[in-house]
């Protein structure tokens, strides 16, 4: 029997849909699976997908690298639901108007501060009323992979990041199948030629500019009512004490006048050098993003009010 060339073709494309339906599929249970824990969801930033905003919603998003993101941590345990649970206590006070309080973890695993503006921008259609730029100490290096990765052709062309590939890299590490783990690795490898073929090494939102984190507060301002750039806790890196002085110069040089900019130094905070408040010497456990939200909340709170007159 002599198949047609169009009829080989269009059960070529009908197999190929199919294989990509099922695909999506299981990569939708992968992230269901993870995005609580380790994870991010489709969308690529952490916790839950957010709802579209309520008439009385505030939302506060905080964006930035591996603080922000919250390694090691459940997503329900990173500042940006602490701070939202915090303001929440306040606004929400007997004789005042009702307001539903939501935090959104636009952080990502590995970001370096030329990313924190485009991540920024390409989330605002969640309309966060409060941004917090939370910032990595400097010359960090984790150890561990991107989160979303950096060089997704699925993400940078459709904003959905796929999780397939590192679920089965991590369940084929963890049971010792290499055939799992191989997998995983092909495709992401996959993936990752792909954005390479159409967008070249470097990844597309990383921005380049005089000063990142100035660049980020003005794309913040664009649509947010206040901005709270936050310099992180110190680490025993010398250069941290040079980064927390340039980031003070920087906000009261350029943003002096403008009231809906604040800035916080949690490197004198004493408290959060308390080695039992940290998994490790630079993450922190979710004692300590609630102890790090207790320092934040009043200025989010302050920006708030501010905003409402």
């Not at 969308?43 to 993101?69: H, S």
């Not at 199948?177 to 070249?200: F, I, K, N």
Request: charged letters at 20%.
């Amino acid at each position: 029997m002599i198949v047609r060339p169009f009829v080989a073709a269009a059960l070529g494309a009908e197999t190929v849909a199919l294989v990509a339906a099922l695909t999506l599929v299981v990569d939708f249970r992968a992230h269901r699976a993870s995005e609580q824990l380790g994870g991010v969801n489709i969308w690529g930033y952490r916790g839950a997908v957010m709802l579209q905003k309520a008439p009385n919603e505030i939302r506060i998003a905080v964006v930035g690298g591996t603080l922000a993101f919250g390694w090691g941590v459940a997503a329900s345990e990173t500042l940006a639901p602490n701070l939202a649970f915090q303001s929440a206590i306040v606004l929400d006070a007997p004789g005042r108007p009702a307001h539903r309080v939501t935090g959104v973890n636009l952080g990502a695993e590995g970001l370096s501060p030329p990313g924190y503006a485009s991540r920024l921008e390409s989330y605002r259609y969640l309309l966060p009323d409060i941004v917090c730029i939370y910032i990595d100490p400097p010359g960090l290096a984790t150890g561990r992979a991107f989160l979303p990765r950096e060089e997704s052709v699925v993400f940078a062309s459709t904003g959905y990041v796929p999780m397939l590939p590192l679920v089965l890299i991590d369940k084929g590490t963890s049971t010792g199948s290499s055939a799992m783990a191989g997998a995983g690795r092909l495709l992401e490898r996959l993936d990752r030629v792909t954005y390479r073929a159409l967008y070249g090494q470097r990844p597309v939102y990383m921005a380049s500019g005089p000063d990142p984190i100035e660049q980020t507060v003005r794309v913040a301002l664009r649509f947010a009512r206040g901005v709270v750039v936050i310099a992180p806790p110190y680490t025993d890196d010398s250069g941290d004490v040079s980064m927390h002085q340039a980031l003070a110069a920087m906000v009261a040089s350029t943003f002096h006048d403008e009231p809906r900019v604040r800035f916080i130094d949690l490197g004198d905070v004493d408290e959060l050098a308390d080695d039992g408040l940290k998994l490790d010497e630079l993450n922190f456990s979710a004692a300590g993003h609630s102890r790090i939200a207790g320092q934040v909340a009043p200025v989010v709170l302050h920006l708030i009010q501010a905003s409402r007159g």
